[in-house]
């Protein structure tokens, strides 16, 4: 423990170095935590946004016009234990018209029930109630403004097969994205079965959420092959999307890296001139007995000491940015994760630590008597 008695010693004799250093790796930790938190926290936003309310994989037959059975839903759960909630529902396009203006739309009839296990209606509904009852709708809120409706109205609709069906609206929801509000209209699914002239166990798709919505790749590849079916995924119908989020983490990432290299570099060039500084007080603890390895763990525990104690104020200091955040008129707000700042913690410390590396080399090649003779 006498090294770690020097080091101290060493560092009380510079406090405003000593202070300086630490509230150097304070910033630098607290932008890796804050920096990591928002962009992390931003993506998490975003894919919720976009597909959190949405399905994640569909399953359709090869065969084009096929219909699946019902209990496909049921053995897709069983394959994968990454589902969340496997929905079988009845797509069908229909066309509304309102004067000499019409708008295809899309529609998908399902119990409701699993409808809201994927789409959250019961928390998107904005007007009227959430339910499916038959002959009943829900529509978006983006249709309903264009087109002047609203819950208890009845809109007609042309179907597949030539003939007209009315439904009476219930409720109005916003999923979040106005293309959806605007084209999805969903129904009940005697509604959807008798206008395709489909049996009671019969489906256009199976719609499924995952626990993991990154992984949609392969649990589709999986499902493909294991189910014979046709297996679509978000992640492939969104390129874009996931160009973007890669870039997001890369441009974070870089951030992080900088930040660690400052931090190695202010610590190593304070080091290095704490050795210079030290050099006649290490010569003479190595003339009295001192060996190379107990000299050089005098730079180890001050690196220890201000990494511990920088990063610990970094910590806190991203803390309070997050919550700063918070207080910004932003339409998301930052989750920290204690498993991501612990680790960046981690990673201060131990860039601090290797940091120590050019002070004990300095140090290991140290002549005492050198030092002792030139005073």
């Known amino acids: 423990m006498l090294s770690l008695t020097i080091a101290a010693r060493f560092l009380k004799k510079s406090p405003g170095q000593s202070a300086l250093i630490i509230g150097g790796i304070a910033v630098g930790i607290a932008t890796q935590v804050f920096v990591g938190s928002l962009i992390t926290s931003l993506q998490a936003d975003l894919v919720d946004t976009t597909v959190g309310s949405s399905a994640h994989i569909t399953l359709e037959a090869t065969a084009d016009g096929a219909t699946v059975d019902k209990s496909l839903a049921t053995d897709a759960t069983a394959a994968e234990p990454l ?32 409808l809201d296990t994927i789409y959250k209606l019961s928390d998107r509904i904005t007007s009227g109630s959430p339910g499916l009852d038959s002959d009943e709708a829900l529509v978006g809120i983006a249709f309903a403004e264009r087109y002047n409706v609203s819950p208890g109205d009845t809109v007609a609709l042309l179907l597949p097969d030539g003939t007209s069906g009315d439904l009476k609206i219930r409720g109005l929801f916003d999923l979040g994205a106005a293309a959806a509000n605007e084209r999805i209209v969903f129904v009940d699914e005697a509604f959807a079965a ?25 649990v589709a590849d999986r499902l493909a092959t294991g189910l014979d079916v046709s297996a679509t995924d978000w992640q492939s119908q969104n390129a874009e999307l996931l160009s973007g989020l ?32 030290k050099t006649r007080q290490i010569g003479i603890l190595k003339a009295m007995g001192m060996g190379d390895g107990a ?16 990063t610990l104020g970094g910590i806190v200091l991203g803390y309070a940015l997050i919550w700063g955040f918070s207080l910004a008129p932003v339409p998301f707000s930052i989750t920290p994760e204690p498993v991501f700042i612990a680790i960046s913690g981690a990673i201060g410390i131990s860039v601090a630590l290797a940091s120590s590396i050019i002070p004990i080399r300095k140090t290991s090649r140290l002549d005492p008597i050198e030092v002792i003779q030139n005073g």
């Open 194 to 218: 008798e206008a395709l002239d489909l049996a009671d166990d019969e489906y256009t798709a199976i719609q499924i959420q995952l626990t993991d919505v990154f992984a949609s790749t392969d």
């Open 83 to 114: 589902i969340s909630t496997a929905v079988p529902v009845r797509t069908l396009s229909g066309i509304f018209t309102q004067g000499s203006e019409s708008v295809p739309l899309s529609l998908t009839g399902a119990d409701f029930e699993g």
């Open 295 to 310: 000299a050089g763990r005098i730079f180890l525990w001050q690196a220890a000491l201000l990494g511990s104690g920088g």
């Open 246 to 277: 890669q870039a997001q983490s890369a441009s974070s990432a870089m951030i992080q890296v900088f930040v660690l290299v400052a931090v190695a570099l202010g610590i190593a060039s304070t080091l290095a001139i704490s050795a210079v500084q």
